[in-house]
């Protein structure tokens, strides 16, 4: 069995609801995963935006939001979680904002992708004070034991 992530919210690559965008009440969406492969210690969430700033010329990834050390027994993350609701020893990282916490979709132009990926590794990563995405993937390296991807889209009206 491989690594499964899924969304009540929406279906991959279909249409982002407007409450988990800028344009709505900004709230992370509920997401679950199954198939975690044996060995997995932890899990890494990392939501980002390969499209900044305009699809038809993307200049940038825009990171969202960042998990780690989320516990390998985790099996979903309701909808809104706050920091004090999610699972026990899991971090979090600064998005692109600079800030911790979910960021929602918040396109300038175009329609953008947003990619959820869950990553399942063989270790707790070290403590990191507000990590970025950079430095989550360098810890990460040569501890992935399986990955998934959902993919949700959004085009501001």
């Known amino acids: 069995?491989?690594?499964?992530?899924?969304s009540m919210a929406f279906d991959t690559n279909s249409a982002i609801p407007v409450r988990y965008t800028c344009d709505g009440e900004n709230l992370s969406p509920p997401i679950s995963?199954?198939?975690?492969?044996?060995?997995?210690?932890?899990?890494?969430?990392?939501?980002?935006?390969p499209d900044a700033p305009d699809p038809a010329a993307p200049q940038r990834t825009w990171?969202?939001?960042?998990?780690y050390n989320i516990p390998a027994s985790t099996s979903d993350l309701p909808e809104n979680v706050t920091y004090a609701q999610l699972p026990n020893g899991t971090r979090e990282g600064l998005n692109d904002w600079q800030r911790t916490g979910y960021g929602g979709p918040c396109p300038p132009i175009g329609c953008h992708r947003y990619f959820h990926k869950l990553y399942a590794l063989?270790?707790?990563?070290?403590?990191?004070?507000?990590?970025?995405?950079?430095?989550?993937?360098?810890?990460?390296?040569?501890?992935?034991l399986d990955h998934a991807e959902l993919i949700g889209l959004y085009h501001r009206k």
Do not use: C, Y
């Open 1 to 6: 069995m491989s690594l499964r992530l899924r």
């Open 33 to 49: 995963w199954s198939g975690v492969p044996p060995g997995t210690n932890s899990l890494v969430l990392i939501v980002d935006d």
């Open 63 to 67: 990171v969202h939001w960042l998990l």
């Open 122 to 144: 063989d270790t707790f990563l070290r403590e990191m004070r507000n990590p970025n995405k950079a430095q989550i993937e360098i810890a990460m390296r040569g501890h992935v």
